[in-house]
């Protein structure tokens, strides 16, 4: 009876394992489907802004390293001056934009996101047409948010309202989306308010981005 039991058991445990084993695959398997949604989504969104804008001159590239140590969420790009990218270049997931190309080597690139306290990008709300610029500070950064700054007090910029960018600049062209209003707060320094803007896109959360060489 106990040699019995030995053997059912072990029979028992290894049941479990190859169980454990499957579950482990269908996992991989989802977490690969979701990547490949995403990558769709990702082409779909950009294949769009293609066709709107036949101009535009795009090199697509992989996140090959992050620092986790930055709270401003920086991150370096498979792809360098050989492959055409240069120093302030946008750069986008779909039609979001993640932030500018700050430091450009050969092979690779560091990108300087929406988060970051040295970043600004002339903006505008989508309804109101409001004008003005968008940049960020380190306690903003920490939450994953940047602002949409100098706003009068009696803007008409409200809750969930869409912030694209104005394209005053050289190298980022008008319309691409930053994010979505959250609130407005008042300027603790003078009479001025700001919206507090989450960005459409999470920098840690993508693997691909394409960066516009030109437009």
Same mark, same amino acid.
């Given at each position: 009876?106990?040699a019995?039991?030995?053997?059912?058991?072990?029979?028992?445990?290894?049941?479990?394992?190859?169980?454990?084993g499957?579950?482990g695959?269908?996992?991989?398997?989802?977490?690969?489907y979701?990547?490949?949604?995403k990558?769709?989504?990702?082409?779909?969104?950009?294949?769009?802004?293609?066709e @709107?804008?036949?101009n535009?001159?795009?090199?697509?590239?992989?996140?090959?390293?992050?620092?986790?140590?930055?709270i401003?969420?920086?991150?370096?790009?498979?792809?360098?001056?050989?492959?055409?990218?240069?120093?302030?270049?946008?750069?986008?997931?779909?039609?979001?934009?993640?932030?500018?190309? @700050? *430091?450009?080597?050969?092979t690779?690139?560091?990108?300087?996101?929406?988060?970051?306290?040295?970043?600004?990008?002339?903006?505008?709300?989508?309804?109101?047409? @409001?004008?003005?610029?968008?940049?960020?500070?380190?306690?903003?950064? *920490?939450e994953n948010?940047?602002k949409?700054a100098?706003l009068?007090?009696?803007?008409?910029?409200?809750?969930e309202?869409?912030?694209?960018?104005a394209?005053?600049?050289e190298?980022?062209p008008?319309?691409?989306?930053i994010?979505?209003?959250?609130e407005?707060?008042?300027?603790a320094?003078?009479?001025?308010?700001?919206?507090v803007?989450?960005?459409g896109?999470?920098?840690n959360?993508?693997?691909?981005?394409?960066?516009?060489?030109?437009?």
């Amino acid at each position: 009876k106990i040699a019995g039991n030995v053997k059912g058991d072990e029979a028992y445990v290894q049941e479990i394992q190859k169980l454990q084993g499957q579950v482990g695959e269908l996992e991989a398997q989802l977490v690969d489907y979701e990547n490949l949604k995403k990558q769709n989504e990702l082409y779909k969104e950009f294949l769009g802004l293609r066709e @709107e804008n036949e101009n535009y001159e795009f090199v697509e590239a992989s996140v090959i390293a992050r620092d986790s140590a930055d709270i401003y969420k920086s991150f370096t790009i498979s792809k360098g001056s050989v492959n055409g990218v240069e120093q302030g270049n946008a750069v986008l997931y779909g039609k979001y934009l993640v932030g500018v190309i @700050e *430091k450009v080597y050969p092979t690779y690139s560091v990108v300087k996101t929406l988060l970051s306290a040295d970043f600004n990008v002339s903006a505008y709300e989508l309804i109101s047409g @409001e004008i003005s610029y968008v940049t960020s500070n380190a306690s903003l950064a *920490k939450e994953n948010k940047c602002k949409m700054a100098n706003l009068d007090s009696a803007t008409k910029i409200a809750y969930e309202s869409i912030i694209c960018t104005a394209g005053l600049g050289e190298n980022i062209p008008k319309g691409l989306i930053i994010g979505t209003v959250d609130e407005i707060e008042g300027e603790a320094t003078d009479i001025s308010s700001y919206a507090v803007i989450s960005p459409g896109v999470d920098p840690n959360e993508i693997n691909t981005c394409f960066v516009l060489t030109d437009f």
